[in-house]
């Protein structure tokens, strides 16, 4: 079995961006709002940080406290929109209880032009028509390995499990307009991706995708993520794949998509300091 490794191709996205950067004399500037957080969310945010900086960016963490109104996130968002030294805005999810059904209503109050993270209801809708905004980073992410195996996704079958607005839908509505033979389901099974191409599982549970029903070769994208006594692991129960012997390429839990999803936020930010700047 192939362990496709998210880390290297990261680097490899980070590299082009670094110098295209120094070619076109930019430092792109982040700007991220945090409410609250546990440690998981602040080292989130520093990953982030250190990818700026290794991209030759900038970035500003603004840490509000957890219990902070809506009408006061609100506020600085509005300050960032206006600040012409910040090309994008990022807030990390999940909100605060407090705030979580309100969730829609604050990031539409990001400008689409700064929203890197591709999350704005005005970015969300873009993918439906023919000029597209910046699309969701999970997304890209994992277009960015499908991309890799399969130059044309034109009759090629892929099976995606899950209903999420940041890497389902928009990832979703990427393959159909590529003519992709696309099944949605919105929990994961054996023998339901018989015969598939293409496998992105993000709902279900730690370990249930074996090889039972599915066709030797298939690319194989994991984008769960659970905690277990044993350390972080996904939907994919990868030793089972390779005790088998079993043909695939696997994007495993860790090191697959997650490095890859933070060096595709640093090429959104790249183009929102090109746009304004051209």
Request: proline residues 5%.
């Amino acid at each position: 079995m192939e362990i496709i490794s998210g880390s290297q191709i990261a680097q490899e996205i980070r590299q082009k961006v670094k110098e295209r950067n120094e070619q076109e004399g930019i430092s792109p500037c982040l700007a991220m709002i945090l409410v609250g957080g546990q440690k998981e969310d602040l080292h989130y945010v520093g990953l982030k940080e250190k990818a700026a900086a290794a991209t030759g960016g900038k970035s500003r963490l603004l840490h509000l406290p957890e219990d902070s109104s809506q009408q006061e996130l609100m506020a600085k968002i509005a300050e960032l929109n206006q600040d012409e030294q910040v090309d994008g805005i990022l807030l990390q999810l999940p909100l605060p209880a407090a705030l979580e059904e309100q969730t829609d209503e604050i990031l539409a109050a990001i400008c689409p032009d700064k929203d890197v993270d591709g999350f704005s209801l005005v970015n969300r809708g873009r993918m439906s028509g023919d000029n597209p905004g910046f699309i969701s980073c999970a997304a890209l992410a994992c277009l960015e390995i499908i991309e890799r195996f399969f130059p044309s996704l034109a009759g090629k079958k892929a099976v995606l499990v899950g209903d999420s607005f940041d890497l389902i839908i928009p990832l979703a509505t990427i393959m159909i307009k590529r003519a992709c033979q696309l099944s949605v389901l919105p929990s994961y099974e054996p023998g339901q991706a018989s015969g598939a191409d293409i496998l992105v599982v993000e709902k279900g549970r730690a370990g249930i995708v074996q090889a039972e029903g599915l066709a030797p070769g298939v690319l194989i994208i994991d984008a769960g993520f659970y905690w277990g006594a044993g350390g972080v692991c996904g939907n994919v129960d990868r030793a089972a794949l390779e005790g088998q012997g079993f043909e695939a390429r696997l994007l495993p839990v860790p090191g697959g998509m997650g490095p890859i999803l933070i060096a595709k936020l640093m090429e959104n930010l790249a183009q929102a300091a090109r746009q304004k700047r051209y």
